[in-house]
Each structure stands twice: as structure tokens, then as C-alpha cells.
């Protein structure tokens, strides 16, 4: 179970990294408010990282830190990253799910437990994301449209301050 959970502290980081490289395109791209977005996303998940690497420390096990791959660094459009987006946490979700699985198999009902916050958490993540691609997807290539939304995302990061 350790083994598996230092392997989602990798995928919790990987996702921080994925964050800060659309964060950076979007910089590129004068959308400081997607960039924002972004930008707190990538916090939140190295959060969810020192949540896992704490609980391992907590059980007497040692958190190992593996290398991480290189993400994507540009997109199309504000729509294709944040499709990007959606679908990775959807692979983070699927990822959690198998914990819980392999945490229900091994009868190790307090990682169980540990793991339900990051279920419910997943939910939200989803969510979040999917509801960014659905107003991208209604306002097509409306540049009026990008703006107002890209000042709209860019309230997430001065909300968490």
C-alpha cells in the first residue's frame, strides 16, 4: 500500500507540474486570469501530495520521491487546455479509485478512510474543470467572451489569498 501510495504522490505532483505549464502558456498568451487558475490548481495539488507524503510519515512508512515526467507545455486554446485539464483528473480520479480498491483488499481500513477525503475531493476537481470547458465550449471563438471569462477565472487566485 505504501508502494502504491508514494506512486500517487508522484501523480499529485505530475499534476502541480501539468498546472504550472498551462499556467505558463496561458501567461504566454496574455490570459492572466486562466493563468491564475491555474496556477492555484497547481497549489492545490501539491497540497494533495503532502497530504498523502504526511500520511505515509504518520504510518511509519518513508515517502520516496520518484522522478517526474515533462507535461505538455502548449495548447491550442484556452478550451483544449482546460479539456486537458478535465480529463486529467479524471485519470486522477481513476487512480484514487484504485487505492481505495487495493486499501479495501488489503483490509487496511485506515488508509481507507485516509483515501474517502480524496474521493470526495476528486468529485469537485472534476467538476471544477469541466464546468470551464463547458463555458468554453458555448463561447466557441468569441474573443469578448475568452476576456470576460479570463477575468472571471482570475478571481479564484486573489479569493484564496
Not at 479495501?104 to 488508509?111: E, G, I, P, Q, V
Request: proline share 2%; net charge negative; charged share 30%.
Amino acid at each position: 500500500m505504501i508502494d502504491a501510495l508514494n506512486k500517487q504522490i508522484g501523480e499529485e505532483l505530475f499534476s502541480a507540474y501539468l498546472y504550472l505549464a498551462m499556467s505558463a502558456d496561458f501567461e504566454a498568451k496574455s490570459l492572466p486570469g486562466f493563468a491564475g487558475w491555474m496556477r492555484a490548481q497547481a497549489g492545490e495539488e501539491i497540497e494533495h501530495a503532502m497530504r498523502i507524503f504526511t500520511y505515509i510519515s504518520d504510518r511509519g512508512g518513508r515517502a520516496v520521491m520518484e522522478a517526474i515526467g515533462k507535461p505538455q507545455t502548449e495548447w491550442k486554446s484556452p478550451l483544449d487546455a482546460f479539456q486537458a485539464a478535465y480529463d486529467h483528473e479524471r485519470h486522477i480520479s481513476k487512480c484514487i479509485d484504485d487505492l481505495v480498491t487495493q486499501a479495501s483488499a488489503a483490509n487496511d481500513f485506515a488508509t481507507e478512510s485516509f483515501l474517502k477525503w480524496f474521493v470526495d475531493e476528486q468529485v469537485e476537481e472534476e467538476k471544477s474543470a469541466d464546468e470551464n470547458v463547458q463555458k468554453l465550449k458555448m463561447f466557441s471563438d468569441s474573443s469578448e467572451s475568452i476576456y470576460l471569462l479570463d477575468k472571471e477565472l482570475g478571481q479564484r487566485e486573489k479569493e484564496e489569498d
